[in-house]
């Protein structure tokens, strides 16, 4: 078992309080994502026998020891999931994520888009109340919603939309023959006459991003809203955009994002239509005894209050994290907040105790 060191993404919409309020530091500027894993992007550091090295060359020293011989035979010789700490204090982009087969092809063909082959199932998990956009609303529905607003220059939206065609209406809106500023501006003046959450949310989305027209995204995409414990998975096809939070995330080791807007990332309009399911929506999560199981099999995510002790099996990868209180995993290695540790496959039976609250990450092994 190996105590880790993890980077932190330092992306704009990061929180300046959340992750570092948790490992004890005091952060410099915002901080979005602290990542536990073996994504190339930014894998995970460890020391052995006096040698410092990257989870991905540690895995690549020696595959089945690390990671077991039913994960290498299922995913190939790489860690399949990517954990993270989540700490949105501003809104992400209004993206998606392809499928398996879709990442392979977009790779293979060299499209910019996709720098993993492999897709990006994702679940959240809230550490504190937790919102998001994510799934389309039924087009009778957001036409209802985007026609009150009365701003002519939305009637082809409108139009789109009551004709059934909720990814037609989107296209139609990024591709209004008129001034963004000015559209933005005309949303946000009827938004203001209308006292209600998703409208209010339209003028918030405005003053960050005045010249985008994907302000109009709480009329056209589903609210969800966590509570601490509370999980949601998103799966290929699914448009989402998280507006603020913290909490733990796990997801397929792949970095393939399509972006429409919000953003100041580069966004590809045609192929985030192309792979974005209108019907798709996020799904709850329930936990089973104390795991998280998606329909994925990168990964299952434990939330563990352990107490006197919790046994995990052998022969599995697996990567702990503690978020309250202190933990004991193992005889040896004790974990307080922000701590995490690597499991190997052949570490054998893991004994957790403690009061605390420990976050396991795993691939799904039947």
């Known amino acids: 078992m190996d105590l880790l060191t993890n980077p932190i993404k330092p992306y704009d919409w990061g929180s300046r309080t959340a992750i570092a309020g948790l490992t004890g530091r005091t952060a410099s500027g ?9 994504h190339p992007s930014g894998p995970s550091r460890l020391t052995r026998d006096g040698t410092e090295m990257t989870l991905v060359e540690t895995i690549s020293a020696d595959p089945v020891s690390e990671l077991g011989r039913p994960s290498v035979e299922r995913f190939g010789e790489r860690l399949p999931y990517l954990l993270k700490l989540i700490a949105v204090d501003r809104p992400l982009s209004v993206q998606v994520h392809p499928t398996a087969e879709q990442a392979a092809e977009g790779y293979a063909r060299g499209d910019r888009n996709y720098s993993d082959p492999w897709p990006k199932p994702e679940l959240i998990c809230a550490l504190t109340p937790f919102s998001a956009l994510a799934g389309l609303r039924t087009p009778e529905q957001a036409a209802m ?32 023959p008129c001034s963004r500023a000015d559209l933005v501006q005309s949303i946000v003046w009827a938004a203001s006459a209308v006292h209600q959450p998703d409208y209010e949310l339209i003028k918030r989305l405005s003053r960050l991003f005045p010249e985008d027209p994907l302000v109009l995204a709480p009329l056209l995409m589903r609210r969800h809203e966590l509570e601490p414990g509370q999980a949601m998975y998103l799966g290929a096809g699914v448009l989402h955009c998280y507006l603020s939070g913290f909490g733990v995330e796990i997801m397929g080791s792949s970095d393939n994002v399509l972006r429409a807007g ?17 019907s798709a929506v996020p799904l709850p999560v329930e936990p089973d005894d104390d795991a998280y199981v998606p329909p994925c099999p990168e990964f299952l995510l434990r ?27 193992g005889d040896e290695v004790k974990l307080r907040p922000g701590d995490s540790a690597y499991v190997p496959a052949s570490e054998g039976p893991v004994t957790i105790s403690g009061e605390g609250t420990v976050f396991c990450a795993e691939p799904q092994i039947s």
């Open 30 to 38: 915002p901080e979005a994502e602290m990542w536990f894993g073996a």
């Open 145 to 176: 919603l985007v026609e009150r607003l009365g701003v002519a220059a939305l009637k082809p939206v409108v139009a789109r939309l009551a004709d059934g065609d909720m990814l037609g209406g989107l296209r139609v809106l990024l591709d209004l």
């Open 262 to 278: 919000l953003t100041g990332k580069p966004i590809d309009v045609d192929e985030l239509l192309r792979i974005t399911d209108a």
């Open 303 to 329: 939330r563990i209050t352990p107490g006197d002790g919790r046994t995990l099996p052998g022969s599995l990868p697996r990567i702990l994290l503690c978020t309250d209180g202190v933990v004991r995993a």
